[in-house]
């Protein structure tokens, strides 16, 4: 029998979350602007050689305001600020109307550093604004290789803002490392804010669908596990979640349901004629191995498609998309099968059934265009998120 031999695969799958549960907590997100651009290319190569030939590029600008620059209890805060920038250990260095003041000046003779900084054409609009409101304290980076090393600077940085606003200063962060933080931060808080709510969603759906808590919830745990195996996979080899990536978790969940609600639908209209569990899942994955199957597989070769974008994040969804969906029919015929006679779910009883048609034709069309449910879910997430500007403070 079939279903008895894929018992053995489903238990196997059910050892392997332990394992996959670690690796997924190990999964980072990066947002660095060059990470999105193939890095086969020939914009990712100039940008290495541009390296090669004149160092790191990366910087942070800290623009404080709401205070007299020149004046004496100022300078002398501003430069508690920048020592507590230059032990940060990503910074290598730390320039500014303060550093200025205190290795050119010793700290003495304001009027001097005053007519020294607005005489000056290089330091206008680049440590000190036109109207001398603004000062720039600009921090110049040593190379970070993890997004690890990253957050800990914008953090340290941030604490410094921090204590800068308790003295009176307002204060604006801006920079690549900034920029790539906050965006890191926003996606982790959009996931954490809407999984659950399409979890909950999708819960609701599937007792109207199934009429049933064991079936809905056996739909839920293979869709989460498809999940758990696609990014414990992406972990694995290497890869990082970025901007684009992070919809994956939303995305497939949605995919990966759809061939639980075919197997567990014919299972309980199966158990009609075969009331012995074994010999109606038997006979209901026999039915549907075909169908699901090829559905998948078109499925996946559609998300693979994307593989030709320029932009390495879109080719990186397509083949985080192609795995999850092949994840699904794996799981569901396994472990979601194995679930379903374990938890002895009933027969349908016949309620619900025009909603459960209309419902099957939604996730058939979500199966079979897989690039319109990203579209628009790309859509709903670019109207929902909050404009760019801003994140500094």
Not at 35 to 46: D, E, T, Y
Not at 217 to 234: D, S
Not at 326 to 332: D, G, I, K, Q
């Amino acid at each position: 029998m079939l279903y008895k031999s894929l018992r053995g695969v489903a238990i196997f799958m059910l050892l392997l979350i332990l394992p996959s549960a670690y690796l997924v907590s190990q999964l980072t997100v990066d947002n660095r602007q060059e990470k999105l651009v193939n890095q086969s290319g020939p914009a990712a190569q100039l940008y290495r050689q541009f390296k090669v030939d004149f160092g790191h590029d990366e910087f942070v600008i800290v623009a404080l305001s709401g205070r007299d620059i020149f004046d004496e209890d100022t300078l002398d805060d501003t430069l508690s600020l920048v020592e507590q920038l230059e032990s940060i250990e990503q910074v290598a260095s730390v320039n500014g109307i303060p550093v200025i003041y205190r290795d050119l000046f010793g700290e003495e003779d304001i009027d001097a550093l005053h007519e020294e900084i607005t005489r000056t054409p290089f330091y206008k609009n680049l440590l000190i604004s036109d109207d001398e409101s603004v000062a720039g304290l600009m921090l110049l980076l040593k190379e970070m290789a993890s997004v690890e090393q990253r957050g800990q600077l914008v953090a340290a940085i941030e604490r410094v803002a921090e204590e800068a606003r308790e003295l009176g200063f307002r204060v604006d962060l801006v920079g690549q490392p900034i920029f790539s933080v906050a965006i890191n931060r926003l996606t982790s808080q959009e996931a954490t804010r809407t999984f659950p709510v399409a979890g909950v969603a999708a819960l609701l759906i599937l007792l109207v669908l199934l009429r049933s808590v064991a079936a809905a919830l056996t739909v839920l745990v293979c869709g989460g596990l498809t999940l758990l195996y696609t990014l414990a996979v992406v972990q694995l080899v290497g890869w990082e979640m970025n901007l684009i990536t992070t919809s994956l978790p939303l995305v497939l969940f949605v995919l990966a349901i759809a061939n639980g609600i075919h197997i567990a639908s014919r299972f309980q209209r199966t158990l009609h004629e075969h009331p012995q569990p074994d010999v109606a899942m038997n006979t209901t994955l026999v039915e549907l191995r075909r169908s699901c199957a090829l559905s998948s597989i078109t499925t996946a070769l559609g998300f693979l498609s994307l593989m030709v974008a320029d932009l390495d994040a879109i080719s990186q969804m397509g083949i985080y998309m192609s795995l999850g969906i092949l994840f699904s029919l794996l799981t569901n015929f396994t472990v979601g099968a194995w679930m379903l006679v374990l938890l002895k779910v009933k027969p349908a009883d016949g309620g619900g059934q025009k909603l459960g048609s209309m419902l099957q034709r939604r996730v058939a069309f979500a199966m079979h265009y897989p690039k319109t449910v990203i579209a628009a879910f790309g859509l709903l997430g670019a109207v929902q998120s909050p404009p760019p500007w801003g994140f500094s403070r």
